[in-house]
């Protein structure tokens, strides 16, 4: 099992930048991929990005195409997600998640296994 712990939310300014950080610990060995998701009030979980570990493949949802921006220490077994330009309906609580097995192209929930608590990202206007 792998054991998710995010950090980096906060309150930030309409077309300012947080950068979310997400390590990993327990089965790291086991990653296959790693994402990012985000559920705002009142709305469905929604898939913002993911990594495939060992390659680096990455994937975006277009509402975040070119303004979010995600990466992986290895060594660190964590993984980032840089958002800039953030816009309110950026809004939401954010979560990691890992997927220990080959779920290709893991851009949906149940491709994730493990899940962390969740870092909330306001965004003011």
């Known amino acids: 099992q792998v054991q998710l712990v995010e950090s980096g939310g906060g309150l930030v300014q309409s077309g300012g930048s947080l950068r979310l950080s997400c390590a990993a610990s327990g089965r790291t060995f086991s990653i296959y991929a790693m994402g990012w998701f985000r559920q705002a009030p009142g709305k469905e979980r929604e898939f913002v990005s993911r990594?495939?570990?060992?390659?680096?493949?990455?994937y975006y949802a277009d509402s975040v195409k070119g303004r979010f921006t995600i990466s992986r220490d290895h060594a660190q077994n964590t993984v980032y997600l840089q958002m800039n330009s953030l816009e309110p309906e950026d809004t939401a609580v954010y979560y990691c998640?890992?997927?220990?097995?080959?779920?290709?192209?893991?851009?949906?929930?149940?491709?994730?296994?493990?899940w962390g608590q969740g870092t909330q990202v306001t965004v003011s206007s």
């Open positions: 990594i495939i570990w060992n390659i680096g493949n990455t």
């Open positions: 998640a890992a997927a220990t097995r080959n779920t290709y192209p893991s851009i949906r929930s149940a491709d994730f296994g493990s």
